[in-house]
């Protein structure tokens, strides 16, 4: 996995986390670490996971599962 930290790219899946952090109130790392210990696998589950329980909306989720299961990881 390739650590990443901000500022994040502003094109991409990448350019939704400074909103994601700002409305949700927790860091990407915090958001990977909630998906990694959510014991589901594949992509659309873990987007419905993230809306379901966390109140994410569908481009944030999508986003920010897509760019954790690409192998990509936030710095903590």
């Given at each position: 996995m390739a650590d990443q930290s901000p500022p994040w790219p502003k094109q991409g899946p990448a350019s939704y986390f400074p909103s994601i952090e700002e409305n949700h109130?927790?860091?990407i790392a915090e958001w990977?670490?909630?998906?990694?210990?959510?014991g589901l696998e594949k992509h659309m589950a873990i987007v419905g996971y993230?809306?379901?329980?966390?109140h994410m909306g569908h481009g944030h989720a999508n986003a920010l599962v897509g760019w954790t299961l690409a192998g990509n990881a936030a710095a903590p």
């Open positions: 109130g927790r860091s990977q670490k909630i998906i990694a210990e959510c993230l809306k379901s329980e966390h």
